[in-house]
């Protein structure tokens, strides 16, 4: 299999919840590599443009109010097949209906507020680790 990047934010509600490095811990117990790694607090048009995909759905401002209230943690990780496998360490959206001992089910309490951001495709990973760090802050 072809190593691959993939972004990983660990949410407003995992950081509130001091869990950020129980989950950075999980994923280098999983092969992950960090390559990048910052805590930020998302501005509006920084996750409005992050998240334009969801512009037109009904959740978008309360998504966005979501992400602005308080800390992040940004990581590219890298990995052998790093986009399903993170897909699968994290679980489904819904910690009601992820997998138990994944990190949503373990950390998040609702689709809303569900611990961690992932990349849905190899592609979107290189797209959103480069929307928060420049090439040359990569390992």
């Given at each position: 299999?072809?190593?691959?990047?993939?972004?990983?934010?660990?949410?407003?509600?995992?950081?509130?919840?001091?869990?950020?490095?129980?989950?950075?811990?999980?994923?280098?117990?999983?092969?992950?590599?960090?390559l990048a790694?910052?805590?930020?607090?998302?501005?509006?048009?920084?996750?409005?443009?992050?998240?334009?995909?969801?512009?037109?759905?009904?959740?978008?401002?309360?998504?966005?109010e979501f992400?602005?209230?308080?800390?992040?943690?940004?990581?590219?990780?890298e990995r052998?097949?790093?986009?399903?496998?993170?897909?699968?360490?994290?679980?489904?959206?819904?910690?009601?209906?992820?997998?138990?001992?994944?990190?949503?089910?373990?950390?998040?309490?609702?689709?809303?507020?569900?611990?961690?951001?992932?990349?849905?495709?190899?592609?979107?990973?290189?797209?959103?680790?480069?929307?928060?760090?420049?090439?040359?802050?990569?390992?």
């Amino acid at each position: 299999m072809a190593i691959q990047r993939t972004l990983c934010i660990i949410k407003p509600d995992g950081v509130e919840k001091r869990k950020q490095g129980a989950i950075l811990q999980r994923l280098l117990d999983e092969g992950f590599r960090v390559l990048a790694m910052r805590q930020l607090t998302i501005g509006r048009k920084q996750a409005e443009g992050f998240y334009a995909v969801h512009r037109e759905r009904g959740f978008f401002g309360e998504l966005i109010e979501f992400m602005t209230r308080g800390p992040s943690v940004v990581v590219a990780l890298e990995r052998e097949n790093a986009v399903a496998h993170y897909r699968e360490v994290i679980g489904a959206t819904d910690p009601a209906k992820a997998a138990e001992g994944t990190i949503r089910k373990l950390y998040g309490a609702n689709v809303g507020e569900n611990a961690v951001h992932g990349s849905d495709s190899e592609e979107n990973g290189r797209i959103e680790i480069a929307y928060f760090f420049a090439g040359h802050e990569l390992l």
